[in-house]
């Protein structure tokens, strides 16, 4: 007797057991399962970082147009209005008089992800932001944030 007698030959048939295809299935769930959680947070930061940039984005066309001048009318500032998220052109005597602004666009920031905080004005020809401090404004979606930073120097950027 030989080695070659004692060992295992299949004969006549060919292809995967029954017990073999339920292990490579279990093993495909246990991978899947474990991915799907990483695989939504991936589209939630994704979110959140394309309506970060579509502020900040819409934020420097406002500085952008109010440095260039172009402002029609006696309009003295460009703004970012946080009711609404529009873009606005506002007159000399007060700024932030938004019955009296003219509406330039509304933004449009992903599904679901909502922005707040103060409305953003820029001077014209400066193009300086009229704020005090630091400012922030914060995109939230589903409980995680992303902020858009603007600095009284008229400097922006997404922490």
């Known amino acids: 007797m030989s080695i070659l007698d004692l060992s295992f030959h299949h004969h006549g048939s060919s292809g995967f057991t029954l017990v073999e295809l339920l292990v490579v299935i279990a093993v495909l769930g246990v991978v899947i399962a474990y991915s799907i959680p ?10 959140l970082k394309q ?7 819409d934020l420097r066309s406002a500085q952008s ?36 602004n003219t509406l330039v666009k509304t933004l449009s920031l992903p ?14 020809l400066s193009g300086m932001p ?13 409980g995680v944030t992303k902020s858009v930073k603007i600095e009284t120097g008229g400097n922006m950027y997404v922490e």
Do not use: M
């Open 38 to 47: 990483s695989f939504l947070a991936y589209i939630q930061s994704q979110y």
């Open 51 to 57: 309506g970060a940039e579509q502020v900040l984005s």
């Open 65 to 100: 147009r109010a440095q260039n001048g172009i402002l029609s009318g006696s309009y003295e500032c460009w703004g970012l209005e946080f009711n609404g998220l529009n873009i606005y052109e506002a007159k000399s005597y007060d700024c932030d008089d938004y019955d009296s």
């Open 111 to 124: 599904a679901t992800v909502t922005a707040s905080g103060s409305d953003i004005v820029f001077k014209k």
């Open 130 to 142: 009229d704020i005090a401090s630091l400012t922030t404004v914060i995109l939230t979606y589903n």
